[in-house]
């Protein structure tokens, strides 16, 4: 899934995209996609794509700051290192989305002023149900990681999940939470620890 370049109505939430984990009320959903005619193992380098698509036009943005942090933690722990010529190029992408959910809730009401069948009498007790909704911010956060020689996408790392107000002090953290969570389907994995 790739989003457009970031308007001034993302650049304003775009912090917020990014705090779709830890603390979260419902777990963040993950996706992945690699190129399966692409040995992984072939790469020993990385960097990061010039222009990235969570940056505006002047200067590096906080957000830009601490993804690269945690990519380049999460790419050293596999091996690769960072490199200004690189075989990979990474970008980021960030969207967000409010969106509304409705459930209907049983209650227990009173029946009064009619004939409610099931007692044979007038009034009683029964189950109603009530119909609540709730607005909600929803964020994806996508890593594209490219081929520099050919220019392709040789893996794409997505997590979706809802933006909660209890995360808002700890924005690096929550950064630093959804890269290793999506990372976990990277196609190369850190090594296992010898005992």
């Known amino acids: ?46 960097g990061f794509l010039d222009k990235l698509s969570t940056d505006n036009e002047e200067y590096e943005s906080m957000v830009t700051n601490f993804l690269k942090v945690a990519v380049a933690q999460e790419m050293s722990l596999r091996g690769l290192d ?33 004939r409610n069948p099931y007692y044979g009498g007038m009034g009683g007790y029964g189950t109603a149900y009530e119909t609540q909704v709730t607005q909600y911010t929803e964020g994806t956060l996508n890593i594209d990681v490219v081929d520099a020689q050919s ?31 999506i990372f976990k389907e990277f196609p190369i994995q850190p090594p296992v620890p010898q005992n």
């Open 82 to 114: 960072y490199a200004p010529d690189p075989q990979l190029q990474i970008n980021f992408y960030i969207h967000t989305k409010e969106k509304i959910r409705s459930r209907s809730v049983p209650t227990t009401s009173a029946y009064y002023g009619y």
């Open 151 to 181: 220019r392709k996408i040789v893996w794409e790392g997505t997590v979706v999940g809802r933006i909660t107000d209890e995360v808002l002090n700890n924005l690096e953290e929550k950064i630093d939470g959804a890269v290793k969570i």
């Open 1 to 46: 899934m790739k989003t457009m370049r970031c308007n001034s109505f993302d650049r304003v939430f775009l912090p917020l995209a990014l705090l779709l984990l830890g603390g979260c009320a419902t777990t963040p959903k993950t996706f992945s996609t690699a190129d399966p005619n692409v040995d992984f193992n072939q790469y020993r380098t990385f």
